[in-house]
């Protein structure tokens, strides 16, 4: 599936709706540039969730629990992670196949420990489109 938003409200309504559809042990990996919305399109997604809480990314914490939804939802930003013995040390398999829901924004950095199906998104700018458009890429795999 292939959206197209044009601001903010419509990343985090696209995030929103599929929070809304999420199912507990499901893993999104969220990728995309610096400033594209991986964080905006998250809150979209936690308050799809039923998360009330403010979401922010976890930059220097690696992993956000927020247990308030319908599931718990386990937020990772592993941009600066150093090295996958550190996904190991915080227990990543515990929340992968855990009773919540994973998304980890720059997935692509811990790609060799993800399991065989997740759910990939990709954000991508494309300025010659207007500043705030934003094509998002879904897919199961």
């Known amino acids: 599936m292939r959206v197209e938003t044009n601001g903010p409200e ?8 599929l929070g809304e559809k999420a199912k507990a042990g499901q893993i999104y990996c969220l990728n995309g540039d610096l400033g594209v919305g991986k964080t905006v ?12 809480e403010p ?10 629990e927020y247990d308030e939804g ?3 939802l386990y937020h990772f930003d592993v941009y600066r992670i150093g ?36 759910i990939e998104i990709e954000i991508k700018k494309d300025p010659e489109r207007g500043f705030d ?9």
């Open 10 to 17: 419509e990343t985090y309504e696209l995030g929103r709706r």
């Open 41 to 52: 399109f998250t809150q979209g997604f936690a308050k799809g969730l039923g998360i009330g």
């Open 55 to 64: 979401v922010n990314s976890p930059t220097f914490t690696i992993v956000q």
């Open 70 to 72: 319908r599931l718990p």
């Open 83 to 118: 090295d996958i013995s550190e996904m190991d040390e915080i227990g990543y398999d515990d929340y992968f196949f855990g009773e919540g829901v994973c998304l980890i924004e720059w997935s692509c950095l811990i790609r060799e420990i993800l399991p065989e199906h997740v």
């Open 133 to 141: 458009y934003r094509s998002v890429e879904v897919e199961e795999k």
